[in-house]
C-alpha cells in the first residue's frame, strides 16, 4: 500500500513540477505558464492494492465536494466489511457525512 500511494504521489508531482533541472554550470530552459493557478486535488480509495475509486479535481476540495464525492462514487463502491480511513481534516468528522457512512452499513470512523 504504501509503495501505491508513494507512486501516486511521485506522478502527481511530475504531472505539476514548476521548476527545472539541468546539469551544474549549464542554463535551464523551461517553458511554464506561472500565471497559472490552477490546483489538482485527488480523492482515491484502494482496497488492497487496487484502486476502488479515483476523483479528479481542478477546484478546491469544500465539505460539500468531499460529501457528494463520499455519497455519490465511494459508499456505492466500498464492501461491506470495509473499514474506512480519512485524514484529518475538519470537515470528515461533518455529522452528515458520519450519518452517511452508518446509513451503509460501515462503522463511523474514530476522531481524535
Not at 482515491?44 to 463520499?70: H, K, P
Not at 466500498?78 to 484529518?88: E, F, S
Request: some cysteine; proline content about 3%.
Amino acid at each position: 500500500m504504501k509503495r501505491l500511494e508513494k507512486r501516486l504521489y511521485t506522478l502527481m508531482r511530475v504531472a505539476l513540477r514548476t521548476h527545472g533541472y539541468s546539469k551544474k554550470g549549464l542554463r535551464c530552459y523551461v517553458r511554464h505558464d506561472w500565471q497559472t493557478k490552477d490546483r489538482v486535488n485527488v480523492i482515491w480509495a484502494i482496497v488492497g492494492t487496487l484502486f476502488l475509486t479515483l476523483s479528479v479535481f481542478t477546484c478546491y476540495v469544500n465539505s460539500d465536494v468531499f460529501y457528494a464525492c463520499l455519497t455519490q462514487d465511494l459508499l456505492p463502491k466500498v464492501p461491506k466489511d470495509a473499514v474506512i480511513v480519512m485524514g484529518n481534516a475538519s470537515f470528515h468528522k461533518r455529522s452528515d457525512m458520519l450519518d452517511a457512512i452508518n446509513e451503509y452499513g460501515l462503522l463511523t470512523p474514530r476522531t481524535y
